[in-house]
């Protein structure tokens, strides 16, 4: 079921015409709504001056204290955004944006849900939210439909930022250790801020739940099974993987089987909370600010879930792993972007630059958990590194999966996390990144 708002008109300027129509006294072509410049102003009205208006089927709801942001971005200019492709955005000046979900889907959105409450709690690292719009269907099941939210000034989202910063490391002219990785350390600690502040949500769709051996030997069996598709897959697909891991199939298949060890790692989590995190936490998903600092964005999680699983509690380490991978990605992603494959100097400063990134991270994190009698990971240090060696084990397989089938090209990247010997030997022998 998707959405497609249409507007008639006798003017269809550059938008696609949808058919032609004729009622009454009107007569025109139907075209897609949100390509009109009165589109937005239109939504906006809705919202204003109204906590919650009921049209019929339709509910459009606006924060209590948005009233002024919503009249500001009245008087602005409208812009659409078209980066996305399941979701339509508007733009209005520097004030706020409204996000329309394209595909709809039954229940309460993700994002929508965690916003309002993280601005019940005065969280700040988010954008603020303003205002939504749902939609309940003949059989009365509600679908979101558009979530408005503040405006974030920024100087581009975290993966582009972080791809500039580590083309400079490859070359030399960045030295991360000049100050001491503060923006890795910044994004750990908000990364916890956003933690703490959802596990203090009074809402009992967000009451924290602690870890069982049931929650466990769950997540464990989803990754020992991961761990055999993943081989499954490379072997379905021998004949579109690079070279050298075609011709060292049988070693990474051993490589594979060896790190279903790291599932033991998950024990180390019985008797922590589990809380709604982030879900599908990475670089993309957060926005570099012009002070230095970070906003976290995006809390629709993993797009292939259903609504339900994606509200369900989870580990806070899926998001700090997420995290760490995202670090591994952008280091693997800067060797690829090289007009020539990098030279072992330059892969031993990117290399550097992910183990003090991946340091910088835990420990912001770590601190920021320090107020909280919450008890999110395990206390023990040993304990942690094993717990979040899981959740990566976790995370790249996922990985392997979705290059084998997209990107077999790639497949060096989450490769590296579980198979470091074979990667490392390929790539000293193809002078670069692995071919």
Do not use: C
């Amino acid at each position: 079921r998707y959405l497609l708002p249409l507007a008639l008109t006798e003017s269809p300027g550059d938008a696609d015409v949808v058919a032609g129509a004729a009622s009454g006294a009107a007569s025109g072509v139907l075209v897609d709504a949100t390509e009109k410049p009165w589109f937005g102003g239109w939504l906006l009205d809705q919202f204003a001056g109204a906590t919650e208006l009921t049209n019929r089927s339709w509910v459009f709801a606006a924060h209590p204290a948005a009233e002024a942001q919503i009249a500001a971005a009245r008087n602005s200019p409208t812009m659409s955004m078209r980066a996305e492709q399941s979701n339509s955005s508007l733009r209005f000046g520097d004030v706020l944006i409204i996000k329309l979900f394209r595909r709809l889907q039954p229940g309460v959105n993700p994002d929508e849900e965690v916003l309002r409450a993280l601005a019940a709690v005065r969280f700040e690292r988010v954008p603020r939210y303003v205002g939504s719009v749902s939609w309940s269907s003949g059989d009365g099941v509600t679908h979101a439909v558009a979530v408005a939210q503040g405006f974030v000034s920024n100087i581009g989202d975290g993966w582009t930022w972080m791809q500039q910063r580590l083309a400079g490391v490859a070359t030399g002219a960045v030295d991360p250790w000049a100050d001491r990785f503060a923006a890795e350390r910044a994004l750990g600690s908000r990364t916890g801020e956003l933690h703490v502040a959802l596990g203090t949500v009074q809402d009992p769709a967000f009451a924290p739940e602690t870890t069982d051996d049931s929650v466990i030997d769950s997540d464990a069996r989803r990754t020992r099974a991961a761990i055999d598709a993943a081989i499954l897959l490379l072997q379905e697909q021998r004949m579109h993987l690079p070279d050298f891991l075609a011709s060292r199939l049988p070693d990474a298949i051993a490589g594979l089987q060896a790190v279903t060890e790291r599932t033991e790692g998950y024990r180390g989590e019985l008797n922590t909370r589990r809380i709604r995190v982030h879900g599908d936490y990475h670089l993309g998903q957060t926005l570099r600010t012009p002070d230095g600092d970070w906003v976290i964005i995006d809390f629709e999680g993993e797009p292939a879930r259903s609504v339900e699983e994606r509200r369900q509690r989870a580990s806070v380490l899926k998001d700090v792993a997420g995290m760490l991978r995202s670090f591994a990605y952008a280091r693997g992603a800067t060797e690829r972007a090289a007009d020539a494959p990098p030279d072992r100097a330059a892969r031993e400063r990117l290399g550097a630059w992910e183990a003090g990134a991946r340091d910088a991270f835990l420990q912001g994190y770590r601190q920021a958990l320090v107020g909280t009698a919450m008890r999110f990971v395990p206390e023990d240090d040993e304990a942690l590194a094993r717990a979040l060696a899981a959740w990566e084990l976790d995370k790249a397989l996922y990985e392997v999966a979705y290059e084998a089938r997209n990107r077999p090209d790639w497949l060096e990247l989450p490769l590296r996390s579980l198979l470091p010997d074979l990667i490392d030997q390929a790539a000293d022998a193809a002078g670069g990144a692995p071919a």
